[in-house]
């Protein structure tokens, strides 16, 4: 089991950056394919980026592709999602999330596949 924990949210102007953090706890992290999730107040929980195991394997939603860049340390346990020119449709509490037994190339768009989920960091964008 692993445990994560989310943090660099925070109130920004349109335009900005800002960089979350996912730290796992529990077992070992290269274990798992990792991705990030959003959902907005009203909305359902939508898929935003992913990330395999090892060797960088990659997928986004195409609203955030060139903007937002998903990046993973195994040595220090943590998931990165870089946002650059954040729009105000950007609003939502965003999740890491973990899924164990996969091949080291393997990302997943899709949330029920995921094992594990953070509680979140809240991002708003103001116009």
Not at 47 to 56: D, E, L, T, W
């Amino acid at each position: 089991q692993v445990q994560l924990v989310e943090s660099g949210g925070g109130l920004v102007q349109a335009g900005d950056s800002l960089r979350l953090s996912c730290v796992a706890s529990g077992r070992t992290f290269s274990s798992y394919a990792m991705g990030w999730f959003r959902q907005a107040p009203g909305k359902e929980r939508e898929f935003v980026a992913a990330i395999s195991r090892y060797f960088g394997s990659t997928s986004y939603v195409d609203s955030v592709k060139g903007r937002f860049t998903i990046s993973r340390d195994n040595a220090k346990n943590t998931v990165y999602l870089q946002m650059n020119s954040l729009k105000p449709e950007d609003t939502a509490v965003y999740h890491c999330a973990a899924k164990e037994g996969v091949s080291l190339y393997y990302t997943t768009k899709s949330r029920n596949e995921y094992d594990y989920w953070g509680q979140g960091t809240q991002v708003t964008v103001s116009s």
